[in-house]
């Protein structure tokens, strides 16, 4: 069923320190002598390592090639129709790896419990090297997880497992015209956020938290719902009325086959982000539209054993 194994790796936080301090004394003196300690990022570096090491002995066993490759390389890795991907991580990590495949089955792994709460890395490191050969086998289910997908009418195409972001790059107000079911409404804002049910338990759940301190009133819309639901949620963030713009189209679902569409009225800056990644965000500049859906294809993170 697979010919290779794919190991997605992040850095831990002490080795994003050392890559800048170059080593780990300089790295303590830096943190102590702004108040902090070393202490806490060496134990969890401490554990993720020894989580690798458990996972990579556990792979090996498989008699598959191997590539192994960190958070950052993802976007420019050529992954394969029969890859099984492993993951080893936060579970920001799934989110990271999923919106760059094409259906291919992701392993997540939880290398430290006590501080990734695991509601996407669904496996202990001691637990692959049992569950690994019924796996391999095809003996498993998955959760089909509901992706989003932005459309630019220059023909780019970006995936988001959580949300998108449309706005700006910096911290200046868009300014675009936003079209859903025949209704449009040209606004000013920070951005308009559309989660998917993945998202719903973060972004999305805080700006509706915000919303119903500020108003108290109860939320219109239910989140979290599930990840599975082909339907994603918008929200325009801090909405500005004015003669020129409006508010009365500031939220709502887009549902399986319903498209919004946004056209950018900005001279510069403009952004679509996916899942917070600025890195490959696409261009959304004056002559750009985006329409945003629910991506046919679906992200699938493995669950059970048959």
């Given at each position: 069923m697979f010919d290779r194994i794919v190991l997605v790796t992040k850095?831990?936080?002490?080795?994003e320190l050392l890559a800048r301090h170059h080593s780990r004394s300089r790295v303590a003196f830096f943190l102590e002598s702004r108040g902090g300690s070393i202490d806490e990022f060496a134990v969890e570096d401490d554990r993720y390592t020894g989580a690798l090491r458990t996972l990579?002995?556990?792979?090996?066993?498989?008699?598959?090639?191997?590539?192994?490759?960190?958070?950052?390389?993802?976007?420019?890795?050529d992954f394969r129709a029969k890859d099984l991907v492993v993951a080893?991580?936060?579970d920001g990590l799934f989110v990271n790896v999923a919106k760059y495949l094409s259906g291919q089955p992701v392993l997540t792994v939880n290398p430290d419990p006590e501080r990734i709460d695991g509601v996407l890395m669904r496996h202990a490191p001691e637990a692959v090297a049992r569950v690994l050969p019924k796996i391999l086998l095809g003996q498993f289910t998955t959760e089909s997880i509901t992706l989003a997908q932005a459309t630019t009418n220059d023909g780019q195409t970006l995936l988001a497992v959580n949300e998108f972001l449309v706005g700006r790059r910096d911290q200046g107000s868009s300014r675009y015209r936003l079209t859903l079911k025949g209704q449009e409404e040209r606004q000013s804002s920070s951005g308009i956020l559309?989660?998917?049910g993945t998202g719903s338990t973060g972004w999305m759940k805080s700006v509706m938290a915000g919303a119903s301190a500020l108003t108290g009133s109860l939320p219109r819309y239910t989140v979290p719902f599930p990840r599975d639901n082909k339907q994603l949620l918008f929200a325009v963030r801090e909405p500005w009325e004015s003669q020129w713009t409006g508010v009365s189209l500031t939220h709502g679902h887009v549902r399986y086959?319903?498209?919004?569409?946004?056209?950018?009225?900005?001279s510069e800056g403009g952004a679509i982000s996916s899942d917070g990644v600025l890195e490959d965000a696409i261009d959304f500049n004056a002559g750009t539209s985006v329409t945003i859906r629910v991506a046919d294809q679906s992200a699938q993170l493995i669950t059970t054993l048959l």
């Amino acid at each position: 069923m697979f010919d290779r194994i794919v190991l997605v790796t992040k850095l831990t936080r002490l080795q994003e320190l050392l890559a800048r301090h170059h080593s780990r004394s300089r790295v303590a003196f830096f943190l102590e002598s702004r108040g902090g300690s070393i202490d806490e990022f060496a134990v969890e570096d401490d554990r993720y390592t020894g989580a690798l090491r458990t996972l990579d002995r556990a792979l090996q066993r498989a008699e598959l090639p191997i590539a192994r490759i960190e958070r950052a390389h993802v976007s420019h890795f050529d992954f394969r129709a029969k890859d099984l991907v492993v993951a080893l991580g936060p579970d920001g990590l799934f989110v990271n790896v999923a919106k760059y495949l094409s259906g291919q089955p992701v392993l997540t792994v939880n290398p430290d419990p006590e501080r990734i709460d695991g509601v996407l890395m669904r496996h202990a490191p001691e637990a692959v090297a049992r569950v690994l050969p019924k796996i391999l086998l095809g003996q498993f289910t998955t959760e089909s997880i509901t992706l989003a997908q932005a459309t630019t009418n220059d023909g780019q195409t970006l995936l988001a497992v959580n949300e998108f972001l449309v706005g700006r790059r910096d911290q200046g107000s868009s300014r675009y015209r936003l079209t859903l079911k025949g209704q449009e409404e040209r606004q000013s804002s920070s951005g308009i956020l559309v989660s998917t049910g993945t998202g719903s338990t973060g972004w999305m759940k805080s700006v509706m938290a915000g919303a119903s301190a500020l108003t108290g009133s109860l939320p219109r819309y239910t989140v979290p719902f599930p990840r599975d639901n082909k339907q994603l949620l918008f929200a325009v963030r801090e909405p500005w009325e004015s003669q020129w713009t409006g508010v009365s189209l500031t939220h709502g679902h887009v549902r399986y086959r319903e498209e919004l569409t946004i056209h950018s009225e900005m001279s510069e800056g403009g952004a679509i982000s996916s899942d917070g990644v600025l890195e490959d965000a696409i261009d959304f500049n004056a002559g750009t539209s985006v329409t945003i859906r629910v991506a046919d294809q679906s992200a699938q993170l493995i669950t059970t054993l048959l």
